[in-house]
């Protein structure tokens, strides 16, 4: 088998966190065309932090699926209020967020046959003036032999308010950068750090950059995390600045993200002998604990 047929082979199988499990046969009968699929994560879930383009306010107990990290977990939740294909009122979908909707997206791509991949990085297209922390989908179009970026999370109502002149299912590779994409841009010089994190946060700069690196490798991997999972090598807060070495380290993940397809075997080895692999507990920032990263 060709590097090219192991890669795509890679990327068909269901990893920890896009397993479908017991939901195969039910995602069968989802729409077998991209758009189609995009939808069934708009009628389950919400972004917790748009909730009022809708007119809504969720639940502490719906706002509580975003801190879920496994599709078939997920869905366990969403399935309660009826089919995967059934779209629900607004007010009845579960909170999510862009890297729920990219790993959904992802789950059913590889079920569907098509090899997928989510990527970590960050969106230029928010309207904001910079690069928001954002995750994508990256399938792999037979039809033009090559790999696309699909935005799961962008449906009629943010494509209303967002300045996004694509289409979501073929986001441009300068509207969307990956993390490596965007420290290596930070590194020539052609942007600044301050240019990439989360306005809504106030806060950015190349800690952000760095940890999305690790993520985006973690993903690259079949170990799609949640934006707000450290572990491992993720020591860098927004006061300490990264040495000088680490700058080398994260400027060859930063190379080996670029084109996963020509460093599959080296991106492989580096996530299990850099210390970047994902252990069987994460420390979740938002609620301030360790967990394990499946129920």
């Not at 039910?26 to 748009?50: M, Q, Y």
């Not at 003036?129 to 954002?134: A, Q």
């Not at 039809?143 to 308010?161: E, F, K, N, P, T």
């Not at 190379?255 to 075997?265: G, H, K, M, V, Y």
Request: aromatic share 10%; charged share 25%.
């Amino acid at each position: 088998m060709s590097i090219a047929a192991q890669v795509r082979d890679f990327y068909l199988r269901p990893g920890t966190m896009t397993s479908l499990a017991r939901y195969k046969s039910e995602a069968d009968e989802l729409p077998r065309d991209l758009e189609g699929l995009i939808g069934v994560g708009h009628g389950l879930l919400v972004h917790e932090h748009l909730t009022s383009l809708y007119g809504i306010t969720l639940s502490e107990e719906r706002r509580s699926s975003v801190h879920i990290r496994p599709v078939d977990s997920l869905l366990d939740r969403v399935r309660t209020d009826g089919p995967l294909g059934t779209v629900r009122p607004v007010a009845e979908r579960w909170g999510g967020n862009c890297r729920h909707f990219t790993v959904l997206l992802v789950a059913l791509l590889r079920q569907q046959g098509v090899p997928a991949r989510a990527r970590c990085g960050f969106g230029g297209y928010f309207g904001t003036g910079t690069f928001e922390d954002h995750w994508v989908a990256e399938y792999w179009s037979a039809a033009v032999q090559r790999w696309i970026l699909a935005d799961g999370q962008l449906d009629s109502a943010q494509l209303r308010i967002f300045p996004v002149d694509f289409s979501p299912l073929d986001v441009p590779r300068d509207r969307f950068l990956t993390a490596g994409a965007a420290w290596t841009r930070c590194r020539n010089g052609e942007a600044t750090p301050d240019q990439f994190g989360l306005s809504a946060m106030h806060e950015s700069g190349s800690w952000w950059i760095a940890q999305n690196l690790i993520r985006d490798v973690a993903a690259l991997n079949n170990m799609e995390m949640l934006p707000w999972d450290t572990w491992g090598a993720m020591v860098y807060p927004p006061d300490e600045p990264i040495a000088d070495d680490r700058r080398e380290f994260f400027d060859r993940l930063a190379r080996l993200t670029d084109n996963p397809d020509d460093s599959f075997t080296e991106l492989q080895g580096a996530y299990h002998d850099d210390g970047l692999r994902v252990p069987p507990t994460v420390r979740n920032s938002v609620l301030g604990r360790v967990e394990s990263i499946r129920p």
